[in-house]
Antibody, heavy 122, light 108 residues
Framework: EVQVVESGGGLIQSGESLRLSCVAS??????MAWVRQAPEKGLEWVAL???????DYADSVKGRFTASRDESTNTIYLQMNGLGAEDTAIYYC??????????????????WGKGTTVTVSS | DIQMTQSPFFLSASVGDTVNLTCRAS??????VNWYQHKPGRAPNLLIY???ALHSGVPSRFSGSGSGTDFTLTIRSLHPEDFATYYC??????????FGQGTKVEIK
């Protein structure tokens, strides 16, 4: 079965750090993403790991969060530093799929984890 | 950045109804739009990609249409399990990879 399982969430103080993990099964990690949902808010893209290894971030986390991929353990990580109340959210790990459309690939998230909750107390 | 604006924010409907959810992009994004269903406490699910392609295993009562800046997700004959929040997402550019704010479909 293709699935991803997140872990590492918890309650921490403002300014502290936390590392989330995501173990994949049923496929090899390549294109992967982190998406979050703050309380009573919508989905927000956080980070994207490209197949070739390039990693991009939302402006709201750039410079504070670092995503990484370990192909040997089929795991991705999200290192979160300098956390603030605005980072309180459910964090979802996701597999990125693709389909050729028009003259290039179209990308989408075809496998989502159940999420891990991060609560930052001020 | 490409902004995605969904309407309405809330939609009340009954089992058996057909509903249309709309999503407007702030610029031409061809047909690079995905639609997701999200229920509280559960992982989101991909419904549609490339504006109109039905993801594997998704019931045929879901369909997507549109191109350019205006897109629609149609749910025909609402089932009880379809009451959820629906998000569009543009994939014209992955930086940033933006979602709409969501449309919550509620039971009337």
């Amino acid at each position: 079965e293709v699935q991803v399982v997140e872990s590492g969430g918890g309650l921490i103080q403002s300014g502290e750090s936390l590392r989330l993990s995501c173990v994949a099964s049923g496929f090899s990690v390549s294109w992967m993403a982190w998406v979050r949902q703050a309380p009573e808010k919508g989905l927000e893209w956080v980070a994207l790991i490209y197949g070739g290894g390039y990693i991009d971030y939302a402006d709201s986390v750039k410079g504070r969060f670092t995503a990484s991929r370990d192909e040997s353990t089929n795991t991705i990580y999200l290192q979160m530093n300098g956390l603030g109340a605005e980072d309180t959210a459910i964090y979802y790990c996701a597999k990125v799929g693709d389909s050729w459309y028009g003259d290039r690939y179209s990308y989408y998230i075809d496998v989502w984890g159940k999420g891990t909750t991060v609560t930052v107390s001020s | 950045d490409i902004q995605m604006t969904q309407s309405p924010f809330f939609l009340s409907a009954s089992v058996g109804d057909t509903v249309n959810l709309t999503c407007r992009a702030s610029q031409n994004i061809n047909s690079y739009v995905n639609w997701y269903q999200h229920k509280p406490g559960r992982a989101p699910n991909l419904l549609i990609y490339a504006a109109s392609a039905l993801h594997s295993g998704v019931p045929s009562r879901f369909s997507g249409s549109g191109s350019g800046t205006d897109f629609t997700l149609t749910i025909r004959s609402l089932h009880p399990e379809d009451f959820a929040t629906y998000y569009c997402q543009q994939s014209y550019t992955l930086s940033p990879w933006t979602f709409g704010q969501g449309t919550k479909v509620e039971i009337k």
